[in-house]
């Protein structure tokens, strides 16, 4: 990462962030940047706040104490409207089960974010996402068509069509199998480096964070480890460290 890179606005910011629920607090003063064109997993045991500090960074929940950031804005600022604006235009999401409509082909799922917001795709853009998750023999079938691996690059497709600030995904490769997993962190790895795409991975599977530029490990609501470009058997090793302590 260059120094110039440093120096722009995160695409994610967590300040001092703290999320309780009735007794149980699930992130404990959690601060965390994450830059412009990076890829970062989270990992940690059942239980360790990685969830919860996704759904937070992503507005999709609100920390009972802290700030959160997005693309130099803060969410805890916004009114519900604004809320989810920002998450449609600033925000892209990739699921483990794919969460695409069964009823719309596959280039209507691609561009539903956009027709939700009352915007056109940019075909050039378009055609682009679609020869890169290699989908354009496939823009016509429903997603019953498909395989697990190419309804999960259709969402990556949908994922990127509005140009987000950061793509979150939540164990994407959860429900594939370890060819299709293979294809699709290699697609995620591909964003980052030919696009500049920011992610934000959340991974049970030290092979797959293995992909990251830097992996946040966390035990109990908190960021117990970082590590820098790590392999799967340091990750590994780190959640037996973890889990140990």
Known sequence: ????????????????????????????????DVQQGEFVAVMGPSGSG??????????LDT?????VLVDGVAIGGLNETRRTELRRDR??????????VSSLTVADNITLPLRMARRTADPA???????RVGLTDRLHHRPAELSGGQQQRAAIARALIARPAVVFADEPTG????????????????MVDDLGQTVVMVSHDPAAAAHADRTLVMADGRIVETLLAPTAA???ASLIR????
């Open 175 to 190: 429900a594939l199998d370890l060819r299709a997993a293979r294809e699709v962190l290699k697609l995620l790895r591909s």
């Open 63 to 67: 920390p009972s104490s802290g700030e």
């Open 234 to 236: 340091d990750l590994a």
């Open 50 to 59: 990685k969830s919860t500090l996704m759904h937070c960074a992503a507005g």
């Open 91 to 100: 925000i892209g999401f990739v699921f483990q089960s794919y969460n695409l």
């Open 125 to 131: 853009w378009l055609a682009e996402l679609v020869d």
């Open 242 to 245: 973890v889990g140990e302590a």
């Open 1 to 32: 990462m260059s120094a110039s890179t440093l120096t722009r606005t995160p695409a994610i910011r967590l300040a001092d962030v703290v999320k309780t629920y009735q007794n149980v607090t699930a992130l404990q003063r959690v601060s965390v």
